[in-house]
Nanobody, 127 residues
């Protein structure tokens, strides 16, 4: 079965950087577009970044554009989220998600498009 496992979360100070990783198994990774979402307590799940199957196309939420970078390594079945200049408002549980799209290079920002989800990793930014 498909499994997505996030890692790399933690407690950091504002302005610091973190790199999240999501390891995928049970799937042909290069056939899946991947996304990162986040959810803080009492809020809805929020789109962060998405990347196409090949990695050639990416898209970011406005709140993270210029600070976060999504990347993937299809040989390692991993997707990454490099987070720089972290802010207090980036505090959240971060989830990676996968959507089977063997014939498309178009990434998607919609959570409903993603069938598979990881369990999440906590990122806490303190002042």
């Amino acid at each position: 079965q498909v499994q997505l496992v996030e890692s790399g979360g933690g407690l950091v100070q504002a302005g610091d950087s973190l790199r999240l990783a999501c390891a995928a198994s049970g799937l042909t990774f290069s056939n899946y577009r991947m996304g990162w979402f986040r959810q803080a307590p009492g809020t809805e799940r929020e789109f962060v970044a998405t990347i196409s199957r090949s990695g050639d196309y990416t898209y970011y939420a406005g709140s993270v554009k210029g600070r976060f970078t999504i990347a993937r390594d299809n040989a390692k079945n991993k997707v990454y989220l490099q987070m720089n200049s972290l802010k207090l408002e980036d505090t959240s549980v971060y989830f990676c998600a996968a959507d089977f799209q063997p014939y498309s290079q178009v990434p998607t920002t919609k959570a409903d498009d993603y069938k598979y989800w990881g369990q999440g990793t906590q990122v806490t930014v303190s002042s």
